[in-house]
């Protein structure tokens, strides 16, 4: 049966360039990159030509370059790195659980976070940050791409707020690495995590730009490696395979292949939304470039309070939060989640929700003929819960678990397309005729 992998938010496959660049270092070239014997130097030498790499994708020095094990090891470098107790946390409600778990822990450690809540399109605003803002805050972190909707978030707008106040800034720049284009002096951040399996490398490794004089404090204690960053024998093989994605996603961002990503995407969406009873979370207009969304940023005269709607000042991280009424209707045609201006959003992907469905049915309808897709609940503790970042957006249970997410990997073709815009109508078409909420009659 033909398979159509449309999840590439949760992983990517290597690219074959990526493999054959690592090959080489899991067999004759395994030295330790620790030592001074010619084996120890030639794996010196490749992880500081990765580093290079790394820095050109950052656009930073190579010093500022720290491999880890991927984002949620950067993310939680960021936060147990930086927060002490006393200190005050901003950061969102649609941040990864890497952030959010962290920042719960944190809470215990009496570090305050403050949640903010996206609009209904799924951006967050800059000025609830700036609004949330306190004498003790000491680190704001913001992720660049969500990895449910593929809004892309306003981080310049953000990085020039922690610049005029004094505060360390992080992105989560795991969804956005190899779709959007990087510059972390213009996005104003001192720290931005990656992680190599989303853009076509090796899973298990990554890394985080700290920008130079960031008073971060290790995770891993032990040897001296990474400049005393991040203690561990480097994952030489790991690292070439992130630095050889990172090299092919810049070439990716060039060469016309996102745009046409971002084309096929578009006609994805369009196609399934003549689907009756459809709509898309988090963007209905699509950018094809969100670097080049205008980034103005116009500073208040004062701080105020975290404005009560938008923010919640909790000690774990309470996601409902909710931004202009959860659930309120706006205009007239448009739902939840919906909006009527553009938003950015990663060429890849589209979240759409299906009336009278469970998404959850139709993520198992659409494996079986042999299409992968993520639905927008979870999985917690045994029960499946609706995904946190639509609920934030202001959608209800309901719609949020009929709720999918299409990610296309950038290899996707026009028959790919084709034979998910052939399989999804009926697929809906079958499960609503036997669905329980259609009927009404679920729990
Ligand atoms: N941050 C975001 C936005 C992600 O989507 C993910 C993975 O899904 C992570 C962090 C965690 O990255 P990793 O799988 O490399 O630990």
Known sequence: MKRVYMDANATTPLLPEVMEAMRPYWMERFGNASSIHQDGQQAHTAVDHARSTMAEFFNCHDAEVVFNSGGTEGDNTALFGL???????????????????????????????????????GLIDPMDIRRAIRPETRLISVMLANNETGVVQPVEQIGKIAAETGIFFHIDAVQGAGKVRFDVRR?????????????????????????????????????????????????????????????????????????RLAQLRDRLEAGILQIPGTGVNGARSIDRHPERVSNDYHPEPSFNDCHPERAQRVEGPAVSCS????????????????????????????????????????????DLKGIAVSGGSACHSGATEPSHVLM?????????????????????????VDYVLQVVPEAVEHLRAISPVAAGTAG
Do not use: Y
């Open 83 to 121: 927060l002490h107790p006393g200190d005050h946390f901003i950061t969102t409600s649609i941040e990864h659980s890497a952030i959010l778990e962290a920042a719960k822990r944190l809470a215990s450690h009496n570090v305050i976070t403050t949640f903010i809540a996206p609009q209904p399109n």
């Open 187 to 259: 996005f104003g951040c001192h720290l931005l995590s990656i992680s190599a399996h989303k853009m076509h490398g090796p899973k298990g490794i990554g890394a985080i730009f700290v920008r130079r004089g960031t008073p971060i404090e290790s995770l891993l204690v032990g040897g001296s490696h990474e400049r005393r960053h991040r203690a561990g024998t480097e994952n030489v093989p790991g690292i070439v395979g992130l630095a050889k994605a990172a090299e092919l996603a810049m070439h990716s961002l060039e060469d016309g292949t996102i745009d």
């Open 323 to 366: 931004s202009d009424k959860p659930g309120a209707p706006g205009p007239s045609h448009l739902g939840a989640g919906e909006s009527m201006n553009p938003v950015p959003r990663a060429a890849n992907t589209t979240n759409i929700w299906f009336d009278n469905l469970e998404g959850e049915a139709l993520v198992i309808a659409l």
């Open 392 to 416: 934030a957006m202001g959608l209800d249970k309901t719609r949020a678990r009929a709720s999918l997410r299409f990610s296309l990997l950038k290899a996707a073709t026009e028959a790919d």
